[in-house]
Every structure is written in structure tokens, then in C-alpha cells.
């Protein structure tokens, strides 16, 4: 059993076969799937998505990108659609310095605004950050021992990634950590407890090595399961069972 922590299934390039992709991860042993807002309506389409279909589940937020779109209404409206039992985070939030989509200060204030929801609503953050690890790390300092936080798509330096696990943060690696260049990003990941780990796709993005070049879709996460496994020198099956765990433990997944 797989469980991947964060996909966006409710992308339009699924429209069209949605459920035969549903299908096929389950298939391949992908038994969760967490689908990932980045902005109200595709929270909304998250939540919606896992009302109609078992084993999925939600997360509600906005992403860095949108962050000029984070105002009262739309955290109020977070905080409504968050009441669902299906929704198992906030985010994903954070900041994204490379492209700068929105501004650094409207990118911090959404940030915070959605770790005070997480904390009120006690409720896991997940986390986007890119070129901005100093100021994400500083961020959520602020909440230390208070929310727990997920590293979406996690690729910090080794300085960066102790720093992230003395917060308690869960690692969640893609795709990138099968392709023959990414060396450093695999030394980091050989070098994390595996207790701190958690897999993920980032459907219909960042497809592994085996599959690069097309469309990424959840029952794709055992490529990455495989690479990971044989850089922490285990089998995929010992691997697997204690990534599931670590989802289930963090997401608080009803499922054993």
C-alpha cells in the first residue's frame, strides 16, 4: 500500500479520464491520494473529488502564485470548506521566490495567515517553498511544536534539511529523486530518517525518470517508491509500509 500526499487530480488535464486514472493507481497499490488546493476553486473541486471517491482525501488553500487572492473572504471560506471530514490539511502555502507570481509581501501574508488556520483548526500544513528557505524556515519557527508541517516536493540543501527536521517537518519527496542528475537531492534523502519521509507525485507534474516527458499521475509513485527504497537500502515493501505510516500518522488518515 501507497499513499500519495500530494497530487492535483482536479487539474483539467484529467478531465477526460479522471476515474480510469483513480482506477489505476489503486491498481498499482496507490490506496490514497490526497488532492491538493491551490486556490478556492480547486480547493473546492478537492473536496468534491473526495466526497465522491474512497481513499480520496483534500487539503484547502492557496497557493504562494495566488497569494494576491488571500483575503477575509477567502480564508473564511477555507475555514468552511475545512469542516469536511475529508479535508486533512491546510495548503499548500508558502512562498515561491523564483517566479515571484505574486509579491513577496502578499506571498508572506497569505503564508501566515494560513499557519494561524492550521493552528486554529489543528489541522497539518503543506508546505511550497522555493528559493525562499531561509524565510520559510524563519516563518515557521514562529510556529514551532504548535502546527505539523509537510515539505512538498522537498529538495533543501543539507544545511536547510536539518534545519527543517529540528521543526518536527515530514519531507515529502517526488519525482526528481529518480533522475540520474539529482545526486545531491538523493545524498539528502539517504540521509533522513525514515520516520520523516513521505512520497508523493505532484500529479500531473514532475513525472519520475521511467515515465519523464508525459503526464504524471499517482499510480506512477512506485517509481519513486523504488528509488527511494534503494537509496535507503531497503526492500520496497519495508519501505513502502513505513511511508504509509508516516502519511497515515500525519494526514491522521482513517485508514490502517
Known sequence: MLVDTHAHLQWASFDKDRNKVIHRAKANGVKCIVNVGFDIESSRRAVQLAEGNNGLYATVGVHPHNAEQCDEATLKELKELSRNEKVVAIGETGLDYYRNLSSRTAQKRAFEAQLKLSEQLNLPAVIHNREAHQEVYEMLSRFRSRIHFIMHCYSGSAKMTSKFITLGCFLSFAGPVTFPNSRKLQQTAKSIDLHRILIETDSPWLSPQTVRGRRNEP??????????????????DEFSRVTTENAIKIYRLPVT
Open 219 to 236: 499510480a506512477n509513485l512506485v517509481y519513486t517508491a523504488r528509488k527511494m527504497a534503494e537509496l535507503k537500502e531497503l526492500s520496497v
